[in-house]
C-alpha cells in the first residue's frame, strides 16, 4: 500500500445519497483477477452511453472538476463487499472521498487501499457541496496527522476521527497482513485452549 | 454481567485486544469464490506466505456460471479464465473446491448451511456481502473486501471494530400470503438503506422463531441492505432439527457437545443494545419495491412516496426516472417482463416448493419470460426428485442449473435495458441485472403470482 501524503488538491462533487458499489463499479467488470485497471470503469453506467461515448452531463466528464477527492452524498459505498469499488477510485487518481457517512464495509476496504474515507457532519458536507459547486478551484488540504480537511479559503478546519492505528497504517503504507501475521504465537494459542470449536 | 448473543460469540473468538481497541478475531469458516479472492492469492504469493489454516476454507464457483450447459465449457472467456483461476489456486494451496459439475456446487450462501458447515456459534466470513445469511444459525458472519480475504488466508484472524448492538423484534403472526421476504423488506423500508450502518443486528420476536431456517436465511441475508454488518437469530429446536444430520455436523458425542453448548447461545434477558426495534407482524403485507434501493419498498397495493425528506429530492426522482414511475402512483396493474426467481436470498427448495405450489396447473402470462434458478446442485436434485421440474416447465418456467445468475448478472443472465424484471433477489439498484435493466424486488409467492398474471396485483386475491 502507498504511504498517504497530505493532499493539496480540488474536489470533484457528486451530491448524490446511498451511491451504491455497483454504480462505482459495475458486476460485468469484476472478471479481472488483477487489482489494477478498475479506474477507466469507475461509475461506467453513469459516465458512458451504451456506445461508449461519454455522457456530458456526468462530474467526471465535465471539465469544470478535477481534483483527488470526491465529495459524495451520505451513505458512500452501501451494497456488494467488492473491493474493486475502492480500486476503481483510487486507480482513477482519487486519494480520499468525503461524505457525511459511509458503508462499513467500503470503509475497511478503502482503508486497505490507501484510500481515505473522511467523515464529515451533513452539514459540513452541504457547505463543501455547495462550494465546490460554486468554484470549482476550491482549494482543499487534507492533512491526515493533524485529522482535519482545511479550506484555506474559508479559514476552516473540519475535524474527522479515524482509528489510531488504522492511521499509523494509512500514513506509514502498512497494512493489516504484516501485524496479523506477527500474532501467529497468541493465534496458535487460542486455538489450543477453545472451549469448543466444530 | 448481562450479554447479547452476539457478544457471546464475539467474545468466544478475540484472541487478543490491541492499544487503539480493535480486536484480532478468529475466523472459523472461510468461504471463497471466482470473482474477489485472486487477488487474494496473488498477494499471498507475492509475500510468499502459507495459508495458515487451509482446512478451515472451502471454495465454490457461483458468481460468474452459465446456468445452461454446465457441463460444457464456459463459452464467456474472462469467466472461464477466472473459475480457472481459482480451480489452479485451490489446487495449489489444497483448498477444498466444489467447482462447476461437482454435486455439491452451488451459490456459497447455500451450500454452506445445507453442508452443515454453517454452525451455530461459529464465525463464518467470506468475500461477499451477504455472508450475514449464515447468521441465521446463531452464527457470526459477515462479508469482507478482497484485503481482509489475504489477511485471513495468512493469519485465520481479521484486525475488526466491535460493532454496535441493535435488536429487531417481530411479534405477532405473519397474515397468509405473507412470506420471510416480505417481512425483511418491510423492516428494510422502515429503516432505510442505511439505518443499520454500524450495527450487528439480532432479529428475535415470535414471528422469527415461527420461520423455518430457510425463511430465517432469508431475513439474515438481506441485514446488509439496511447497511448492518451482519444479522443473527438464535439457534432454537428449529435450528437443530435443520443441523442434525448434514455432511459436516458434528455426530455422536461431538454432537451432544455441541448441543450443550449452542443452548447457551442466546441474548440474557437484560442484555443491552445501542438501538432496538418492535415491528407488529400482522402491519406486514406482501411487499414490493419501486426504486433503485432496497429501502425503497411498499406494500404491494401501496403507492410510491409523494413526500421525500428535504435535501434528498435530487436522488429520489432520478431514481424513479430510472425506474419509469412517478412519486404518488400505484404499481398496480404494470406489465412485467421478467421474473427471476433465484439468488442466496429465495433459491432454496422452500422457494422453489412455494412457486411450484401456486403455478401447478397454471400457465405463466404469454409475454413474460420466468426463470427459476436454484441454489445448489442439492437443491437442483430434490426438486427433481420432488416432480417440481416437471410442473415448472408445463407451466412455462424455465429451470436452469445453480449459480448466482440474474441476481448481479455477470454472466449470460441478464435482463434487457428499459424491461421491468419482478425477481426474488436482494439488490434493485441500477443496472443490476444488467445496464439499463429495471428491477422489483419481492417474495417467491409474489413472483410466481406475477408472472402467471403478467402484471403487478394484489396477490391476497389469487391465492391457490
Known amino acids: 500500500m502507498e504511504k498517504f501524503q497530505t493532499l493539496h488538491t480540488t474536489g470533484v462533487p457528486l451530491p448524490l445519497e446511498n451511491i451504491d458499489t455497483d454504480q462505482i463499479i459495475p458486476a460485468r467488470f469484476l472478471k479481472a483477477t488483477t487489482r489494477e485497471g478498475f479506474g477507466t470503469n469507475l461509475f461506467c453506467d453513469w459516465r458512458y452511453r451504451a ?43 482519487f486519494r480520499a472521498v468525503v461524505s457525511s457517512y459511509f458503508a462499513d464495509i467500503f470503509r475497511g476496504n478503502a482503508l486497505n487501499t490507501g484510500l481515505l474515507p473522511l467523515q464529515v457532519s451533513d452539514a459540513e458536507l452541504a457547505r463543501l457541496l455547495a462550494g465546490i459547486e460554486a ?23 473540519f475535524g474527522f476521527a479515524i482509528d489510531a492505528y488504522k492511521k499509523e497504517c494509512l500514513i506509514n ?12 504465537p497468541a493465534i496458535e494459542a487460542y486455538e489450543q485452549q477453545r472451549a469448543w470449536a466444530w | 454481567m448481562a450479554t447479547t448473543l452476539f457478544d457471546k460469540i464475539w467474545d468466544a473468538h478475540v484472541v487478543r485486544s490491541i492499544a487503539s481497541g480493535q480486536e484480532v478475531v478468529y475466523i472459523d469458516r472461510h468461504l471463497i469464490h471466482e470473482v474477489t479472492s485472486p487477488q487474494a492469492f496473488d498477494e499471498i504469493a507475492a509475500r510468499g506466505l502459507p495459508l495458515f489454516r487451509p482446512g478451515q476454507m472451502l471454495a465454490t464457483a457461483d458468481h460468474n456460471v452459465p446456468t445452461l450447459h454446465q457441463d460444457q465449457p464456459i463459452r464467456e472467456p474472462l469467466s472461464r479464465s477466472q473459475v480457472d483461476k481459482l480451480t489452479e489456486n485451490c489446487q495449489k494451496y489444497g483448498v477444498e473446491l466444489y467447482g462447476l459439475g461437482h454435486q455439491r456446487q452451488g451459490i456459497v450462501h447455500v451450500i454452506g448451511p445445507e453442508l452443515g458447515l454453517t454452525l451455530p456459534g461459529t464465525t463464518i466470513v467470506c468475500g461477499d456481502s451477504h455472508t450475514s445469511t449464515h447468521g441465521a444459525f446463531g452464527a457470526v458472519a459477515f462479508g469482507i473486501g478482497t484485503s481482509q480475504v489475504a489477511q485471513v488466508m495468512a493469519s485465520q484472524c481479521l484486525l475488526l471494530n466491535r460493532p454496535q448492538r441493535m435488536r429487531i423484534s417481530v411479534e405477532g403472526e405473519l397474515q397468509r400470503g405473507v ?57 432454537d429446536a428449529t435450528t437443530l432439527a435443520y443441523v442434525a444430520g448434514r455432511p459436516f455436523a458434528p455426530k455422536g458425542a461431538d454432537w451432544e457437545k455441541a448441543v450443550a453448548y449452542w443452548q447457551t447461545l442466546y441474548s440474557d434477558a437484560d442484555a443491552a443494545f445501542e438501538t432496538e426495534y418492535t415491528f407488529d407482524a400482522q402491519q406486514i403485507t406482501p411487499m414490493i419495491t419501486y426504486g433503485t434501493n432496497p429501502g425503497m419498498g411498499i406494500p404491494l397495493t401501496g403507492h410510491v412516496p409523494s413526500e421525500v425528506p428535504e435535501g434528498e429530492a435530487e436522488s429520489f426522482d432520478k431514481s424513479l426516472k430510472y425506474m419509469g414511475f412517478e412519486r404518488g402512483e400505484s404499481l398496480l396493474g404494470k406489465q ?14 422452500e422457494d422453489l416448493r412455494t412457486v411450484a405450489a401456486y403455478v401447478q396447473g397454471k400457465q405463466k402470462a404469454g409475454h413474460v419470460e420466468a426463470i427459476i434458478v436454484p441454489g445448489s446442485k442439492q437443491v437442483e436434485q430434490q426438486a427433481i426428485a420432488e416432480g417440481i421440474d416437471k410442473i415448472f416447465a408445463a407451466a412455462g418456467f424455465e429451470l436452469r442449473e445453480p449459480g448466482c445468475s440474474a441476481c448481479l448478472a455477470m454472466n449470460e443472465d441478464k435482463i434487457p435495458a428499459g424491461a421491468y424484471c419482478v425477481a426474488t433477489s436482494n439488490r434493485n439498484f441500477e443496472g443490476r441485472q444488467g445496464p439499463g435493466s429495471r428491477t422489483l424486488l419481492a417474495s417467491p409467492l409474489v413472483a410466481a403470482i406475477t408472472a402467471v398474471q403478467g402484471r403487478i396485483v394484489d396477490i391476497t386475491k389469487y391465492l391457490n
Open chain 1, 135 to 157: 468554484d470549482p478551484q476550491l482549494a482543499l488540504v487534507v492533512d491526515l496527522p493533524a485529522q482535519t480537511l482545511q479550506v484555506p479559503a474559508w479559514g476552516a478546519a
Open chain 1, 51 to 93: 456506445d461508449g461515448t461519454p455522457k456530458a452531463d456526468f462530474v467526471l466528464n465535465s471539465p469544470r472538476y478535477a481534483g483527488q477527492v470526491l465529495v459524495a452524498g451520505k451513505n458512500f459505498g452501501c451494497g456488494s463487499s467488492r473491493e474493486h469499488a475502492a480500486w476503481a477510485l483510487y486507480d482513477a487518481g
Open chain 2, 179 to 235: 412470506t420471510a421476504k416480505d417481512l425483511i423488506l418491510y423492516v428494510i423500508a422502515q429503516l432505510g438503506t442505511g439505518g443499520a450502518t454500524g450495527h450487528f443486528v439480532e432479529y428475535a420476536g415470535s414471528a422469527v422463531r415461527a420461520l423455518s431456517m430457510e425463511g430465517r436465511m432469508t431475513v439474515c441475508n438481506m441485514s446488509i441492505e439496511m447497511g448492518a454488518r451482519g444479522g443473527l437469530i438464535a439457534p
Open chain 2, 336 to 349: 412485467i417482463d421478467y421474473v427471476f426467481i433465484g439468488s442466496c436470498t429465495n433459491s432454496r427448495i
Open chain 1, 173 to 184: 503504507g502498512y497494512d493489516d497482513i504484516d501485524f496479523l501475521v506477527n500474532q501467529k
